[in-house]
């Protein structure tokens, strides 16, 4: 199963110009066989998220991408979105407490947001976001590499804020999640890789990245 797993909409992310019904239209499009949206410390889209799969026929996970004291973090699992800003050691904690996953969100992007080398070290760390749409090749391929050497799933996503960036990036997973539950299960067990869309297919991220950069 094909999902982007990390999307921010324009109805509950300040910085995005993306409806949530646009994202599914080219989500379909491309082929994905669904999308996890993951606003900015907000989980809103919860309140309508039932009534949008129906009305979309179209599987959409909710998660939410947290900004912490030392980087974002992409956790499932959450009732609600933590405060921004917390230390990381609370946000783990959270995740923890309430069975859910945390992934690192494009640890090397230069932007102030990214967790760097943490992701090495921190305990309960369940996934690293290896290729992201919005961060360069290179940071993207040292977000590999660690995640390898650290022994955790390595997820690709669009980290989509307008309509052409969807599915830049995705993770294919092994199985076919049915709900939030599912993807937890699947992320904690490695059992997914990420992908990329070469403009006509999906394709195994790290060979495109690579033909990219010669």
């Known amino acids: 199963m094909l999902l982007d797993t990390h999307l921010h909409t324009k109805e509950y ?3 995005s110009f993306l409806p949530v019904r646009d994202a599914v239209a080219r989500a379909r499009e ?11 410390d907000s989980m809103g889209i919860l309140a309508e998220v039932e009534s949008l799969r129906n009305e979309c026929a ?17 956790v499932f699992g959450l009732p609600r979105a933590p405060q921004p ?28 947001r990214g967790a760097g080398d943490l992701i090495k070290t921190l305990p309960n760390l369940d ?6 749409g919005s961060t360069p090749h290179e940071a993207n391929l040292r977000a590999l590499k660690a995640a390898r050497e650290r022994g955790v799933a390595c997820l690709g996503a669009g ?12 993770t294919r997973f092994f199985e076919t999640a049915r ?18 869309w ?5 394709v195994p991220a790290e060979e495109w990245t690579l033909a990219q950069m010669k």
Request: aromatic share 8%.
């Open 13 to 15: 992310s300040a910085d």
């Open 127 to 132: 996934g690293v976001e290896c290729f992201n």
């Open 159 to 170: 980290d989509s804020h307008l309509v052409e960036r969807v599915g830049l990036y995705a």
């Open 30 to 40: 491309l082929g994905l066989g669904g999308l996890c949206v993951t606003d900015h």
């Open 198 to 202: 070469d403009g006509a297919a999906f």
């Open 85 to 112: 800003r917390l230390p990381v050691a609370e946000l783990m904690e959270m995740v923890r407490e309430n069975d859910g996953v945390a992934v690192a969100a494009h640890p090397y992007r230069n932007n102030g």
């Open 58 to 74: 179209f599987p959409i996970f909710v998660g939410c991408e947290v900004l912490t004291d030392s980087g974002d973090f992409v």
């Open 179 to 196: 709900d939030e539950r599912d993807l937890i299960r699947m992320i904690r067990a490695g059992a997914c890789e990420p992908m990329a």
